[in-house]
């Protein structure tokens, strides 16, 4: 039954992969979003340690990122972990991450073990450094027999691991905290036309950093946002191949930074990233519900920056983007039937990438009429006339394709704003 288990779910994520490319009957999205309450609410911490398990084994979660809320080990080779989330109720993104070590060599079981209701989503990730990661090997990977029944992701899974003296970093997703994105900012800042600015502090006190690409009068202006959710590693990943491209030296790069600023914000929410929360900010809040009403330091201060800029340069903000993670590819955008400083932008860039993509059918999912401001996406475009949208990459979605679909977006943007 094990191995029958692991043939499944390895043929699960096939096909989730294969559907983020094309599908005959594309995925319906996620439900439309709903107004929530974002007063801050409080959060329970995770207990920083490294637990002695017995047996000369040790698992830790005292690192950026971590999530591991207890562990023990249940018999002489099955270790039982348990995932909670900061606060509830909450999405059913069960983030985890934690090393572990042996004094010896010894193979043992780990099994995942979340909340009822709670369902694993994340195909667990292996590395050696903390900096590489690769999939566990799917013979080594066992899923709840419920899932079986159910047609359904399930409530726990179990994997088959070989440890020893050397750390074995776990991860839902590769571990990418604020210190991996405030040296990559710094590497692109070393550019001339790049700049860094904190534009305000976090719920916390970490910094909210945006770069500037491009050192124009900012009458034309766009605006990239990344990591509101601190899970959503694929769209962190898509988001800096999008930015790199705005930012490298070919002439379609070069001529758009003649006439467009780009300001991009990759990191919204650091204290989530770093404290390895599901969804939300350290204040209990999923930050991208707070556009309309915004309570939440984050959002207020990106808020605040570009009715600033609008309102001291004079200048329009014509694209916006904001990159996330979900179970499958697809794009949300808004209703065509509105138009903001430059219609038509975003069905064509999507339709564009996809014509460079073999075999590709984009998934989009317009808004209605008359959304309200909840998330960004709204927000950008009935604030400021900005075409925008919620560019979602699938959790399995290959990360060359990923990079790709990063690339390619950015490219055809700038071709079609520069017409």
């Not at 401001?373 to 604030?383: G, V």
């Not at 949208?389 to 700038?414: C, H, P, V, W, Y």
């Amino acid at each position: 039954m094990k191995q029958f288990n692991t043939i499944l779910f390895g043929l699960f994520l096939i096909i989730s992969t294969i559907w983020s490319c094309k599908q005959d009957t594309q995925w319906k999205g996620q439900d439309p979003i709903e107004r929530v309450s974002t007063y801050t609410k409080p959060i329970q911490l995770q207990l920083k340690k490294t637990f002695d398990l017995g047996k000369g084994i040790y698992c830790s979660n005292e690192f950026d990122g971590a999530r591991l809320n207890g562990i023990v080990l249940s018999n002489d080779t099955l270790l039982s972990a348990l995932i909670t989330p900061e606060n509830t109720p909450i999405n059913g993104s069960p983030w985890y991450a934690f090393k572990i070590w042996s004094e010896t060599n010894q193979n043992i079981y780990l099994k995942l073990t979340y909340l009822e209701g709670v369902k694993h989503r994340y195909y667990p990730k292996l590395s050696l450094d903390g900096q590489n990661w690769n999939n566990l090997d799917s013979t080594n990977y066992f899923v709840d027999s419920t899932f079986l029944a159910m047609d359904e992701s399930p409530s726990f899974v179990t994997m088959r691991l070989s440890i020893s003296p050397d750390t074995l970093w776990i991860s839902a997703q590769e571990l990418i905290t604020s210190k991996h994105i405030y040296h990559w900012e710094d590497e692109l800042a070393a550019k001339s036309y790049i700049s860094i600015e904190e534009i305000g502090q976090s719920f916390e006190g970490k910094p909210i950093n945006m770069l500037k690409i491009g050192k124009n009068d900012d009458q034309k202006m766009i605006m990239v946002l990344s990591r509101q959710h601190p899970p959503e590693v694929t769209g962190y990943l898509a988001m800096k191949s999008f930015v790199e491209t705005l930012a490298s030296d070919n002439e379609t790069a070069v001529n758009f930074r003649k006439e467009y600023n780009a300001y991009v914000i990759p990191l919204v929410n650091p204290d989530g990233v770093d404290n390895g929360h599901w969804r939300h900010n350290s204040g209990g809040i999923d930050l991208n519900r707070d556009w309309e009403n915004p309570h939440q330091p984050e959002v207020v201060i990106i808020q605040n920056f570009m009715k600033n800029k609008v309102a001291t340069s004079g200048g329009k903000f014509y694209f916006g983007v904001d990159f996330h993670s979900t179970f499958q590819d697809i794009y949300y955008t808004i209703n065509p039937k509105l138009k903001g400083n430059m219609p038509g932008l975003v069905p064509e860039m999507i339709q564009e990438m996809a014509n460079s993509i073999p075999n590709y059918e984009p998934n989009i999912r317009p808004g209605g009429l008359d959304g309200p401001e909840i998330s960004s996406n709204s927000y950008l475009f009935y604030e400021f006339g900005a075409e925008s949208l919620t560019f979602e990459l699938g959790d399995n979605t290959s990360r060359d394709l990923i990079q790709q679909k990063g690339e390619l977006a950015a490219t055809k943007l700038m071709e079609l704003m520069l017409k």
